[in-house]
């Protein structure tokens, strides 16, 4: 008698067998070998494999493969990958060695790149949309007042970009008047040191007076302590007025950017330009610096010193509080909090590996797995270092978000190892190693290689993305992704054969030690594979555990407890409550989403850095930013109708409550009509208004910046352009800056002059304007890249759609409950939601996957599919959970939204998976 021991199942009755060398083999030719028992019939499945045993030879035997003659159009890409992969297995068996080494020498190959690793730090080309409006706008302002010599000659309201810069803020421990002698001489001491430091470059000295901006050959000056240093008892008069105060020299100065949270004396609560200050209980000190060319490092270094020579004198400083934030602050920033990261780093490998080899031991020293455990994470961090490798090489710069991959990688990379293991525990013990591993690829091949497809598709979508930050990101991360499916079924592969060996060699974990007898390789008794094939004909489906099965507690966990439990019809009912509950909160959370990336979030939480910035928006954004309204073409400027055009789209943007009124617009041509009526002028020429603005009104010293605002063409008969500010006005939330950026382009493109508004801050605004659109564009893409993929990997359309609905449901979730856990809708969550489809897939496919490889009943199946991956899901999101949990005590507010985002993608993830994925398909999943 001729015994064929059927271990899975195909599509089709028509099949045919393959020798070893893929040849195809029947029974008439031959007639030597041959399936005599079929377990039931031949259903949902891609490969047989089928043990013949020579009928002459009790003790010899010959494996073969049986393949579909015939695939469908969804099932033939599965069918092949598992004969592929199949195949694959028995070389890494054959050949571990070579295998095991060849990622190794890879990876130290391309470590050599490491000698090339450049950083960027600069926030705006980080955070900010790289084809922004506001990029492309401060590109024409500059082309159209290039004629001005902005370092030597300007305002801060006229820089088109901040540049190097100082700021230093004063308050008081109660929150009591800061306008008084004992902490303005403090401020002066401060002030002096900055004014009296010599910075060196190469073998010349340079003071603040050769590092500053100058208007008239001098630096910009702090009003207040102007006001004060001049007398003492300026202040205790009542002299000294906000947001205007006269100078001593009769000149009006600014405050409203000095002095915060101002109590005033008004009479009746009117207010005015020049309304008496009562206090104030904060201020700060502005130093703006040169930042072209050389300036650019020399300054760089004098912020340094600054910054730490300001911190040295007011360590020892009672009841008074100083806070300081230069232009390279950001960047100190961001290199501090990636550096944070790194020291994190162990601590989270650490975990992970505790974990890892707690999940792979069990009570049997010799099915125990711990040098499993350590390969799988040796195997992502392979992974790691050669994407590394290859970035720096081909000189991706490294972004501070980047030091988040290792922890998303580590987490993902252990998920596919725990599902090749959790393959390699359904194969039957008893078989060669040889042709376990074969089983085990082939069993898990769909599931590693379709979340390997999906991930490194969501992270090429976001590849394209404007934000540098998501790009580089994704770029990185998409390669470590290629790179672990590489390793994992190479270098994982094969410490899996040694693994394997020493299994069958019945040999100890640690100790090595044969405690058991070898496994028997295949049944030699005839009687002994008959009673099993007999017994396999017994099994209603495939729950019940196979012959030399090796089981880990949880997988009967999943098969005799929890399956049965949630498929209980009214434990259904129960899930689709909870799950109605659970989308209708997070469809809540998405309609109150809100969107922005904030200076405060750029900055290590609790940092010097962030306090100040909670200061600045507390207190001094009442009078910033100064917005320009810029005419770009030449218009006639003497004619009335002009003129009215031009002060009523001012006045569109006075009236709007995101700006102040006309009392603080800047506009020469509004000054310079005042002017002429005061001389008696009217019915002007445009000769005379011309001659009088180049050679009276613009040499008058309180007119002169206005020369910065006019462009003359070459022969100064005309006006090629020209521009006036608006102040804004309390923006003190993201929403406010929104809108203030959106009313004042709105108004530029309602003006029927060719003309646009621009402001240095609006660099940052546009993140607002630029994260929902492509928030649905990367979504979309992803999403559909997702289904399409699924279509051709899951030999089922209805599962497909399964995959697809829940990877919405799971990131409609994430937005949703986001929400609820204060993350705004900007480049960094956006980054989080591209991490949250990958990982959203994972689960996903990996129950689908299993439930399209069960046979029988629905039920059957589910339970079988839980059977198969439930505890590979558990350890996965487990794994991934303990990589990221050392980031939610990071600084860094974008780590913390990677901890927040994946958190709630593993708990949806697994509700999803194990519990309203299960409950789906046993309703509406495809029969047997």
Known sequence: MKLG??????????????????DDLDEKSDPEYSVVQVNGHIDDQTTTDVQI??????NSETTREICCNSCGPLDCIDHRLRHLFAAWGRIVARHPWPILLLPILVTIGLSVGFRYVTMETNQEKIYTPQNGKAKT???IVDDLFSSVSWEDHATPARLTELGRYIQIIFTTDDDQNVLISALLDKASDVHQMVLDHITISGNVSYRYENLCIKWHDSCLANTVLTLYEDNEDYFTDNNISYPYSFLPDGNVGFLGAELGDVELWMEDEIETQFSPVKSAKTFRLLYYLKSEGEFDEINSKFESFVIKRVRKMSADWEDVNVVTFTSRTPDDEVKAATYEMIVLFPIAAALLLIFTVGSCMTKDPVRSKPWLAIAALVSTLLAMLSALGVMFFVGVPFVDMVVAMPFIIIGRGLDDAFIMLAAWRQTDTNLPVERRMSLTLADSVMSITATTVTDTLAFTVGSISSFVSIRTFCVYTGLAVVFDYIYQITFFAACMVFSGRREAAGRHCFTMKRIQKPYAIVATKRDEVTDFVSKMDKQPDNTTKSYGQEDHAFMTFFRNYFGPFILNPCIKVVVMFIYLGYIGVAIWGCSMVEQGLT??????????????????YKYFKTYEPAVSLVIKTEQNYWEAETQEIIERTLSKLEEDKHFHDSSMTISWLHEYKRFLELVGISNITKDLFMSILREQFLLIPAFEP??????????????????????????????????????????????????IAYSPAFIYFDQFVAVIPTTVQNMVIAIGSILCVSFLLIPSATCCVCVTISVVSILVGVIGYMTFWNVNLHSVSLLALILSVGFSVDYTIHITSAYVSARGRRRDRVIRALYSVGMPIIQGSLSTMFAIFICAFSSHYGIRVFFKSLTLVNLFGIAHGLVFLPVILSVLGPSQ
């Open 5 to 22: 021991i059927i271990r899975r199942f195909l599509p089709s009755t028509s099949y045919s067998i393959l020798n070893a060398d893929g």
């Open 53 to 58: 045993l020579d009928p002459d030879n009790n």
């Open 599 to 616: 200076e405060q979030d750029l900055v290590r939480q609790g940092s010097e850095a962030s306090k100040f910035l909670d200061l600045k």
């Open 706 to 755: 206005f020369q910065l605002d006019i462009v003359f063409d070459e022969t100064n008969t005309s006006i090629k352009s020209s521009r006036y500010f608006v102040l804004g006005k309390d923006l003190f939330t993201s929403d406010d800056e929104k809108a203030m950026m959106l009313k004042a382009r709105q108004v530029a493109k309602d003006c029927e002059f060719d003309a």
């Open 137 to 139: 706008e401060r590109k």
